[in-house]
């Protein structure tokens, strides 16, 4: 089923990060008409309306849909109590108990529309909005996911017979400028918060090279380094890699734990990315592989990435034989790992179809004891 997805806020993101990892297939997404409060960084490529799709799913989308056949709303309050705008606001000024989100079909009026699942979240009386925002952000996700879940499992037909009932709406313009002050430090709060949460991973630096997890920032730079003809060349799957299909690869990242990929930055800016892979644990061996960006190719820095890692590899996390694979014509990068002390232990025949005849793939390694003499 193809999903087009209303709105960019940071819930948005956050809630697509979760679906496309669990194969949902998102096909775009149109952003806010105005700049959200708390702005998300969409894993998705930004699309027209009229692009083909089977259901829309709004989660926070600012505007009315017009059209809205097969349009499902995440709305952020407990509806029909809390229809409209601003229910953070406005819960914590009620002194409300409890808020949540609903998932529904959308009506020709504002939030109203059969009701296919809600959900809770507790209010205490010391909340403030960005509490409830939190919670909000740690919910939204799986309740989404779950509310698709049953709608597939019930379909669109019996969707409409679920129950409905007029909103009491709360509206916005009713909040003051300092409140919108407050709204603009829960943003600054938030990013920072899940920020911090998602910060792990290695970090190694040696004063002119930072190493460190690839993110959502370095996208574009990394698929353009991956599809310029001079590095898709040596790679084994070389097809060139859409915008979407790299949104979706970075999405499913955090579910493959035998995989890490790192940025290798320089002054501030993406210079190559080194990737960590057959990681096996009971024999402390592991496989390395790197790809240089293009302008900053000849100037040291694969040697120095692999220094810092080798470093890491060997004496932090006691591995004991790092490998890799190289196509056999790419001498640049032989020439490299002859450098770095890798030795050749073997060939794969005939392991890389290329420019329409066959090529061997060379096996190197390098071992702690040899590493150590170094
Ligand atoms: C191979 C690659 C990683 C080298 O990165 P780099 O940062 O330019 O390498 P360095 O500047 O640290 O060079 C280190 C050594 O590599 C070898 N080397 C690098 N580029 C070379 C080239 N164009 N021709 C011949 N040797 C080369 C040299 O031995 C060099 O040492 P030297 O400068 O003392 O002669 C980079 O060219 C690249 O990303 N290539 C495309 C993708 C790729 O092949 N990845 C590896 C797949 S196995």
């Not at 800016?269 to 960006?293: C, Y």
Request: aromatic letters at 10%.
């Amino acid at each position: 089923m193809k999903i087009l997805v209303y709105g960019s806020t940071f819930l948005t993101a956050r809630t697509c990060q979760l679906l496309l990892t669990e194969g949902y297939n998102l096909v775009g997404y149109i952003p806010n008409t105005r700049p959200p409060a708390v702005p998300g960084k969409m894993p998705l490529p930004e699309v027209s309306p009229d692009t083909k799709h089977d259901l829309k799913l709004s989660i926070q989308y600012n505007q009315k849909i017009i059209e809205i056949k097969n349009a499902f709303n995440v709305h952020t309050g407990l509806l029909p109590e809390w229809g409209g705008s601003d229910i953070l606001y406005h819960t914590i000024k009620k002194k409300a108990k409890e808020q949540g989100l609903t998932f529904h079909k959308m009506g020709s009026d504002y939030d109203f529309g059969p009701i296919i699942c809600r959900t809770s979240y507790p209010v205490f009386p010391d909340d403030k909005i960005e509490d409830l925002y939190e919670r909000l952000a740690l919910l939204c996700p799986l309740f989404t996911l779950g509310s698709l879940k049953i709608l597939n499992k019930i379909g669109f037909k019996k969707a409409d017979l679920c129950f409905k009932k007029k909103p009491t709406l709360y509206l916005r313009g009713k909040i003051d400028l300092n409140e919108l002050e407050l709204y603009r430090k829960t943003k600054d709060i938030l990013l920072k918060k899940f920020k911090e949460k998602t910060k792990r991973g290695i970090r190694l630096a040696d004063g002119s090279i930072l190493i460190r997890p690839v993110n959502q920032d370095d996208l574009e730079s990394l698929r353009q380094l991956r599809n310029h003809p001079e590095t898709r060349r040596f790679l084994t799957y070389n097809k060139v890699i859409s915008k979407k299909q790299q949104h979706a690869w970075f999405a499913r990242l955090p579910q493959n734990t035998s995989c890490q990929y790192l940025t290798i930055e320089k002054e501030d800016q993406f210079a190559g990315v080194i990737r960590l892979d057959e990681q096996d644990q009971a024999n402390r061996s592991i496989r390395i592989g790197a790809d240089i960006a293009l302008k900053h190719r000849r100037q040291g820095i694969a040697t120095r990435a692999y220094q810092l890692m080798l470093d890491y590899l060997f004496i932090k996390k006691r591995i004991n034989r790092v490998w890799l694979l190289v196509a056999d014509f790419n001498q640049p990068a032989i020439n490299l790992y002859k450098k770095l002390g890798f030795k050749r232990e073997g060939i794969q025949y005939q392991s890389l179809w290329r420019d329409k005849k066959w090529h061997h793939y060379l096996m190197m390694s390098i071992l702690r004891k040899d590493y150590a003499k170094e």
